[in-house]
């Protein structure tokens, strides 16, 4: 994980590479490199939330791309002064206890001061934005196989409702056949 | 469109468009009598709907401010969002899923079955399923219920494949696709389903029935159908004899308005129903309309619910198709062996991405959250949905410590768990784990309720009027030109998805106000 640091506060940027793992991602992606710019938080604080956000809902192989996100909706949420404090403080903290730049201490030590944070108001603000933001997007549908919107697509009565293989298929009784083709 | 003068005293004022109250509006307007339905949300389409699960939630829910109290987890998972219904043209049927059960006899005699509960207030209906027998059949007609009136079964989607085998290996002998207002082939004007996965952001198809799609354009093909959408009643007025004469409300730009009415029918879903009456207080009702028995508000019912998820290691892909699949009904009988009375089903549910992060552990965080997830195209679910027990002190109340948009004060909704309800979960808990567990499950999760999509029996019928809100015609028993229409007239909740009885009860009171506005009696 890159911890790149800027202390420009407008203009600033969170970037990355996706890595080569995430074929789904790299699918859906114009090109490997991504870059969000930031309007509230500086990069610092965006990459600080970024790996916030990978301890509160950690997925391994989930392209960093994807955690930005979270980064970006906080980033909006910040442009509310009363938020943009309750976040800055909240990385205050985190550095404070960290006994220097949270980011720099080991991962094991981040996440024992995150469970020393969960409940408080700046976790849930970050927790309650992740669990939407994170897992309502194309690139996350694409990382853990979810369709989407199917309605332009005919829906699944011939993409798979029933594709299911692993098991024997119920009898007629049960569960007719499609009755409408 | 129908316009009626807002001081035409003629008309039958129906409050919320949803299942009780578009139904009744179509069944009242088919007789020949006009209507003014005013319903606070929004009229959408199948065109507006959006195949995406928060936004859709944004679209159609009811989001105004409520606040809840008690021993439910909601409380502390859900505090502002007790319950998960719409707010918009149609109500909660366009969010709901379809499944379309009656009730039993047993059901409908809970006290004398299950016999006094401690902090239990059972009653039984002053209905029997004899009475209500021919309305239900009407009313699976009307939604077109699979397995009905010759109606093919729904074909199975993957998330059904699992469920049904495990049901087979653990010995559930009956279980299909269940009862589905959602049509299997094309019926009544609507296509067939396409197995698209939203159901519950609308379905764009309109292969599902709901108010929006049949019942309220077919009372506008009658020219009587007044309906005013983005217009939400504050308060029902009354004359010196007590009767109803009308109701206040704010239009789509936030103007006051008032319409007069000779009847007027409550039907804002089991929290506003109840609420609206207490909002109605006067100095001659001053605990609210129609609430000398002290009962509007109690006995809040909202099933006995709970999920168990389960990961496996091959593909299921549960959000392909229909959100509710299948079902499995052994459990449903009243069997006191079991630890509890009453019973439950089990049905087939599918939760999108976007939302599963916020309802598998609610507030949760972590790898106990994240792991399950990673396997999310290898899941498959259930939901758990069982009578609970109403309970008087389970009841929505007016905070007047907090405003709505309106400067009106905000529902509270209390709740608290009763020992049956607890030991009914945790059986199906365990019943949905070994249904999965037979099938090969790597991981299985049970999770808490949602917020509760089914809202009953705050202004219960009974036969007697000391213990309820309304008669079994669910006209107000304090009241005569006051009735409820939706389902809050439960007195019990019955361990069956709520929305046919609804639509059963509104169709028969349909038919008995316009008996009785024909007699001049109302
Ligand atoms: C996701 C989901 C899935 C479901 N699946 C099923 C299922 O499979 N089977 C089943 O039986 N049930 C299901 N349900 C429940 C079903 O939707 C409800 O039982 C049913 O719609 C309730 O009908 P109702 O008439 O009481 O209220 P609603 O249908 O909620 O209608 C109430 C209407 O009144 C309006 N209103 C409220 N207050 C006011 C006011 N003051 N002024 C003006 N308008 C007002 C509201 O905006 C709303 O449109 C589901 C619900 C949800 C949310
Ligand atoms: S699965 Fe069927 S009912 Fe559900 S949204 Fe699709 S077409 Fe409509």
């Not at chain 1, 404090?85 to 024992?112: C, F, K, M, Y």
């Not at chain 2, 099933?303 to 052994?330: E, K, L, N, Q």
Request: charged share 20%; aromatic share 8%; with cysteine.
């Amino acid at each position: 994980m890159s911890t790149r640091r800027s202390f420009i506060s407008k203009g600033s940027t969170i970037a990355g590479v996706l890595s080569l793992s995430s074929t789904a991602i790299i699918a859906l992606a114009p090109a490997r490199a991504w870059a969000l710019d930031l309007e509230s938080l500086t990069t610092l604080q965006g990459h600080t939330l970024l790996v916030l956000s990978r301890h509160i809902f950690p997925h391994d192989t989930l392209d960093s791309a994807v955690y930005a996100l979270v980064v970006k909706d906080l980033d909006t949420l910040a442009s509310d002064p009363k938020v943009a404090t309750l976040l800055i403080e909240g990385i205050r903290r985190l550095n404070e206890v960290a006994g220097g730049h949270w980011l720099d201490i080991s991962p094991e030590r981040q996440l024992q001061i995150v469970e020393s944070i969960a409940g408080g108001e700046f976790f849930e603000k970050v927790r309650s934005t992740a669990v939407i933001s994170l897992y309502n997007n194309e690139l996350a549908f694409a990382h853990f196989g979810y369709g989407g919107s199917s309605f332009e697509r005919g829906g699944y009565l011939n993409r798979g409702f029933d594709d299911l293989t692993w098991l024997p298929s119920p009898p007629d009784e049960a569960s007719p056949r499609r009755s409408n083709r | 469109m129908k316009k009626y003068d807002n001081n035409d005293s003629s008309v039958v004022v129906i409050i919320g468009s949803g299942a009780g109250g578009g139904t009744l509006a179509n069944e009242l307007c088919q007789k020949g009598i006009g209507v003014v339905v005013l319903e606070a949300g929004k009229r959408q389409s199948t065109s507006t709907f959006i195949n995406d699960e928060w936004a859709s939630f944004e679209q159609l829910a009811w989001r105004d401010r409520r606040t809840s109290s008690g021993s439910w987890r909601i409380a502390t998972d859900f505090p502002n969002l007790p319950a998960w219904v719409c707010k918009t043209v149609g109500g909660s049927t366009t969010h709901w899923s379809g499944c379309s059960l009656r009730m039993r006899e047993h059901e409908f005699n809970a006290l004398s079955v299950y016999g006094e509960i401690d902090g239990a207030s059972l009653r039984n209906w002053p209905l029997s399923l004899g009475e209500l027998e021919d309305f239900y059949d009407r009313a699976e007609d009307k939604l077109g219920v699979t397995r009905t009136h010759g109606i093919p079964g729904l074909p199975g989607n993957n998330n059904f494949k699992v469920f049904y085998n495990g049901a087979k290996r653990v010995g559930y002998r009956d279980c299909h696709t269940g009862h589905i207002a959602i049509n299997s082939k094309p019926r009544d004007g609507r296509p067939a389903c396409q197995q698209i996965g939203f159901c519950s952001q609308g379905c764009k198809t309109g292969a599902k029935w709901s108010t929006l799609i049949t019942e309220i354009p077919a009372a506008e093909a009658t020219g009587r159908l007044d309906l005013r959408s983005e217009c939400h009643v504050s308060r029902i007025e009354h004359d010196k004899s007590g009767k109803v004469t009308g109701v206040v409300y704010f239009d789509s730009n936030g103007n006051e308005q008032q319409q007069l009415a000779r009847i007027v029918c409550v039907a804002g879903n089991a929290i506003e129903t109840p609420r609206l009456l207490l909002m109605s207080e006067s100095s001659q009702f001053p605990d609210g309309l129609a609430n000398t028995s002290g009962e509007v508000g109690r006995n809040y019912q909202r099933h006995t619910t709970g999920t168990v998820y389960a990961t496996f290691d091959d593909p299921v892909h549960m959000y392909r198709g229909a959100t509710v699949a299948g079902i499995i009904s052994a459990e449903s009988d009243h069997r006191p062996e079991r630890g509890f009375a009453a019973g439950y089903q089990l049905e087939t549910v599918s939760v999108g991405l976007p939302s599963i992060a916020s309802f598998l552990e609610p507030g949760g965080w972590g790898r106990k959250v994240t792991t399950p997830i990673d396997d999310y195209a290898n899941m498959a679910a259930l939901w758990i949905i069982g009578e609970d027990l109403p309970q008087s002190e389970n009841r929505i109340t007016l905070n007047r410590s907090e405003e709505d948009q309106w400067g009106m004060p905000v529902p509270n909704v209390h709740y608290d768990d009763h020992a049956n309800d607890v030991a009914m979960r945790n059986h199906g808990f365990r019943q949905g784990s070994a249904i999965y567990d037979a099938v090969g499950a790597k991981r299985i999760i049970q999770s808490p309720p949602f917020p509760s999509s089914h809202n009953m029996g705050t202004c219960r019928m009974s036969e007697e009027p000391w213990f309820g809100v309304v008669n079994k015609w669910g006209q107000t028993h304090d009241i005569p030109n006051l009735f409820v229409s939706d389902g809050s007239q439960f007195t019990t909740s019955a361990a069956v998805n709520p929305t046919l009885t609804i639509v059963a009860l509104a169709i028969r009171q349909a038919d008995w106000i316009a008996l009785r506005m024909g007699r001049r009696d109302i």
